[in-house]
Every structure is written in C-alpha cells, then in structure tokens.
C-alpha cells in the first residue's frame, strides 16, 4: 500500500513540474544566414531569464507567423522590404521569398506572404515585446503599411523596429548588447539605447542605422522576471 501511494504522490510531483515547465512564457527567435547566431544569442540569453525558448535560421515565414500567437517575446533579425526610396519597409523577408507583412494593400513580394492584420483581436495580444531588427521595418510603405503599428494594434505591448538601412554586423552588435542587457535587468529602453550607444565605436565605426529605431508602447517595461504581456 506504501509503495503504491509512494508512486501516486511521485507521478503527481511529476505533472506537477511537467505542467509547471510547458507553462513557462515561450519566446521564438530567428535570423538568416548572413545575421546568425542572433537568434541562438537571444534564445540564451532569454532562457537565462526563465522563458522557454527556442531560436532557429533561414525559416519559412508561415512558421514564425503560425508560432506568434503562443509568444511571449518574437525576435527577428534579418532583411527589410525594399521596392524603391519611395516604397520601403513593411515586411520582413524569410526564406523562399516568404514575407511576414503588415497588411495586404494588393501589391507584394514574393509568393508568400503573412499578414499581421489577417491575426484575430486577440492571437497575438498576450505578446510582451516584438524586436524587428530590420531595415526599414519602422517605416511606412504605401503598399504594405506600418509593420511596427499593425503589430501594436494586435495588443502587443512594446515593438522595436528600425527606419532606415541596418548595417549587418552593427545590427548583430546591438542584437548582442540589447538581448545581454535586458537579461541584466534594464528596460527596454535603456537596452536599446545603451546596445546602440556601444555600436558607435565597435567596427563598422558609427551607427550605421541602429540608431535609427523606435520603440512603440511600454519602453520602460522590463523582460524580467519572465512573463506574458500585461494586456
């Protein structure tokens, strides 16, 4: 009789913490070819932080639009949509010309594309923070809008995203300094500023468009301890 009530309480003990760790706040991380390993970079520094997370390259985009919705953190680091000066940002590129966008205003790249207003009111809404580290991922296209303010108006509470060209290797940089920052306990903001201050003097000398990028909603907010987003 001990013995079973001993394997019943141990199988308990067991759920219990199964439970306890598929409930951990997940986070998805990816870059491609040319902008690794920052997306395994994130991925440790965020699991040092307590979420369950996870980091892969050159994914196809229904991938990381279909793992969205179960998010607590989605970091990009790659390529930025560019027609022309006249018509750039609103999408980021993944493999096989594969697009997550902004919205779908009859004109698009590629084959593929994923639309962040084809999400319902509240897939993406428990999302605690969104970094498109990209070029022009802040910036409005007249073809695909606003990536960054169709992303906020899904209910994510802050996103990250860069107006201009990022150089590769300062956006890996930053992607490095911001991700070690925050795992160290500072805001949002002050992860990005102090990530884009460190660039300045590290080779390619200069910004080099990292310091174009702009933080919509709760930039004071931190990633510690591990959560969901408030709203």
């Known amino acids: 009789m001990k013995r079973v009530l ?47 997370s996870s980091s892969a390259t050159n994914v196809f985009a229904l991938t990381a639009y279909n793992r969205f919705k179960s998010d607590a953190i989605f970091f990009f680091n790659g390529h930025g949509l560019f027609y022309d000066y006249s018509h750039k940002g609103g999408g980021i590129k993944f493999s096989d010309e594969s697009w997550i966008m902004a919205k779908d205003i009859g004109y698009h790249p590629g084959n593929y594309p994923y639309y962040i207003t084809d999400y319902g009111k509240t897939d993406i809404d428990d999302v605690l923070l969104v970094v498109y580290l990209a070029c022009y991922s802040a910036h409005y296209n007249p073809y695909n809008g606003h990536l960054v303010q169709e992303t906020m108006d899904k209910g994510v509470d802050i996103c990250i995203g860069f107006d201009d060209e990022v150089e590769i290797e300062n956006g890996k940089y930053w992607s490095e300094g911001f991700w070690d920052r925050v795992r160290n306990g500072e805001s949002v903001s002050e ?17 080099h468009g990292v310091d174009t990028y702009e933080i919509s909603g709760d930039y004071n907010g931190c990633l510690t301890p591990a959560r969901y987003g408030d709203y």
């Not at 870059?31 to 520094?45: E, G, I, L, W």
């Not at 992860?191 to 080779?203: D, G």
């Open 6 to 52: 001993l394997i019943l309480i141990a199988c308990c003990m067991l759920a219990i913490l199964t439970c306890s760790v598929s409930a951990l706040p997940e986070t998805n991380n990816y870059d491609c070819s040319d902008t690794t390993p920052t997306a395994y970079d994130a991925q440790v520094d965020q699991s040092s932080m307590g979420y369950n």
């Open 191 to 207: 992860a990005a500023r102090n990530a884009k201050n460190e660039c300045y003097s590290h080779w390619p000398f200069g910004y």
